[in-house]
């Protein structure tokens, strides 16, 4: 049987009075908005799409049920007229591009606190945003890898899913965001989910024959994350000596202020305790003489400290410092094979 195609435009089954032509195209990208372009022909100039109204494409191959292979929102509408000159021009065909509705993620700004918790999680912060569009999380979704709390203040719904997609990528095959056709959101991890199409080997003629258009746009195989308010913070790190290293880090975040530290509460304030079973041994500020005879510096670029006076803290001794610290980093992310194979070719992402 042969395979016939559908468009239902503003909710309304437009087969029976006006044709989808042939010709139409799908672009669907990873974490990015698929589009469609295509015509739709009026014989009686009746009927005219207009912008922001939604479009969805049926596939129908005789079997049941019939596919949804596109869903989204018109982006733009242009038209000419359709019939034969000598009879008079009295249809109009509409050529519409049309983004899926991933674009929606690209309406709303999120300010919202994320708990420590799973992926899943995470996404149901952000699933009220998306509410009023008839997006729903799927019921389907993954719990995932486990997140640290996340800060957004006012940052695009879409931009917190792909901070989020980065920061899956530790945990193996990264997961991606996805808007369905039927407007279910979630991440999935790659090599889970099904292709969306089902290909026929061909030419590029045969009904139901797929053509695929590889592209480098949104290629990159290296990542760049700038992340981070710049919001100056107390915080502590721990670290455990083993009698001999002397070089602990990095830190958490980039000491900020003067060094040596100043006194507790004034920017820039940082100590270090090395504490065994028991009492302290020691306790000073970074660059200073501290009891027990002790010296710990701040190499700035290696965002590390350095005990350079006094013995290496014995094996179990317990190294914290406290200090002042920037809420802002850089992780960088590669694939060594892309980079062999195409050369490096970097991108950056800004995450809040």
Same mark, same amino acid.
């Given at each position: 049987?042969?395979?016939?195609?559908?468009? &239902? %435009?503003?909710?309304?089954?437009?087969?029976?009075?006006?044709?989808?032509?042939?010709?139409?195209?799908?672009?669907?990208?990873?974490?990015?908005?698929?589009?469609?372009?295509? *015509?739709?022909?009026?014989?009686?100039?009746?009927?005219?799409?207009?912008?922001?109204?939604? &479009?969805?494409?049926?596939?129908?191959?005789?079997?049941?049920?019939?596919?949804?292979?596109? #869903?989204?929102?018109?982006?733009?509408?242009?038209?000419?007229?359709?019939?034969?000159?000598?009879?008079?021009?009295?249809?109009?065909?509409?050529?519409?591009?049309?983004?899926?509705?991933?674009?929606?993620?690209?309406?709303?700004? +999120?300010?919202?606190?994320?708990?420590?918790?799973?992926?899943?999680?995470?996404?149901?912060?952000?699933?009220?945003?998306?509410?009023?569009?008839?997006?729903?999380?799927?019921?389907?979704?993954?719990?995932?890898?486990?997140?640290?709390?996340?800060?957004?203040?006012?940052?695009?719904?879409?931009?917190?899913?792909?901070?989020?997609?980065?920061?899956?990528?530790?945990?193996?095959?990264?997961?991606?965001?996805?808007?369905?056709?039927?407007?279910?959101?979630?991440?999935?991890?790659?090599?889970?989910?099904?292709?969306?199409? $089902?290909?026929?080997?061909?030419?590029?003629?045969? /009904?139901?024959?797929? *053509? /695929?258009?590889?592209?480098?746009?949104?290629?990159?195989?290296? %990542?760049?994350? +700038?992340?981070?308010?710049?919001?100056?913070?107390?915080?502590?790190?721990?670290?455990?000596?083993?009698?001999?290293?002397?070089?602990?880090?990095?830190?958490?975040?980039?000491?900020?202020?003067? &060094?040596?530290?100043?006194?507790?509460?004034?920017?820039?304030?940082?100590?270090?305790?090395?504490?065994?079973?028991?009492?302290?041994?020691?306790?000073?500020?970074?660059?200073?003489?501290?009891?027990? $005879?002790?010296?710990?510096?701040?190499?700035?670029?290696?965002?590390?400290?350095?005990?350079? %006076?006094?013995?290496?803290?014995?094996?179990?001794?317990?190294?914290?410092?406290?200090?002042? #610290?920037?809420?802002?980093?850089?992780? %960088?992310?590669?694939?060594?094979?892309?980079?062999?194979?195409?050369?490096?070719? *970097?991108?950056?992402?800004?995450?809040?």
């Amino acid at each position: 049987m042969a395979i016939t195609y559908n468009a &239902i %435009i503003n909710g309304v089954d437009r087969a029976l009075t006006h044709v989808l032509l042939d010709g139409f195209k799908i672009n669907e990208v990873t974490n990015g908005i698929n589009t469609l372009v295509c *015509e739709v022909g009026s014989e009686d100039a009746s009927f005219r799409p207009l912008k922001r109204q939604t &479009i969805e494409i049926e596939e129908d191959d005789g079997t049941s049920p019939v596919r949804l292979i596109f #869903g989204g929102t018109i982006r733009t509408v242009r038209e000419r007229g359709w019939g034969e000159i000598a009879d008079g021009i009295d249809g109009i065909i509409q050529a519409i591009s049309a983004d899926s509705y991933k674009t929606l993620a690209s309406r709303r700004f +999120v300010t919202a606190s994320i708990p420590a918790g799973s992926l899943k999680a995470a996404l149901q912060v952000l699933e009220p945003y998306l509410t009023a569009y008839g997006v729903t999380l799927d019921p389907a979704q993954a719990v995932g890898p486990s997140l640290d709390a996340i800060e957004f203040e006012v940052v695009r719904v879409d931009d917190c899913l792909n901070f989020l997609a980065t920061l899956t990528a530790k945990y193996g095959a990264p997961f991606t965001w996805d808007i369905s056709y039927s407007k279910l959101l979630g991440m999935y991890q790659t090599g889970t989910v099904a292709a969306p199409w $089902n290909l026929i080997e061909g030419q590029g003629t045969e /009904v139901g024959d797929v *053509e /695929v258009e590889p592209t480098d746009e949104n290629y990159a195989n290296r %990542i760049i994350l +700038v992340g981070g308010s710049g919001k100056v913070v107390t915080t502590t790190d721990t670290f455990t000596g083993n009698g001999v290293l002397t070089t602990f880090g990095p830190l958490k975040y980039k000491l900020v202020g003067p &060094i040596p530290g100043t006194n507790v509460g004034a920017i820039g304030y940082a100590y270090v305790d090395e504490t065994p079973p028991g009492p302290p041994t020691g306790r000073g500020p970074l660059g200073s003489i501290g009891t027990a $005879n002790m010296v710990w510096e701040y190499n700035p670029t290696t965002n590390t400290i350095q005990k350079v %006076i006094g013995p290496p803290p014995g094996v179990g001794v317990s190294i914290t410092i406290m200090y002042d #610290g920037e809420l802002k980093f850089t992780v %960088i992310a590669e694939d060594a094979a892309e980079i062999a194979a195409n050369g490096l070719w *970097e991108d950056k992402i800004l995450a809040p």
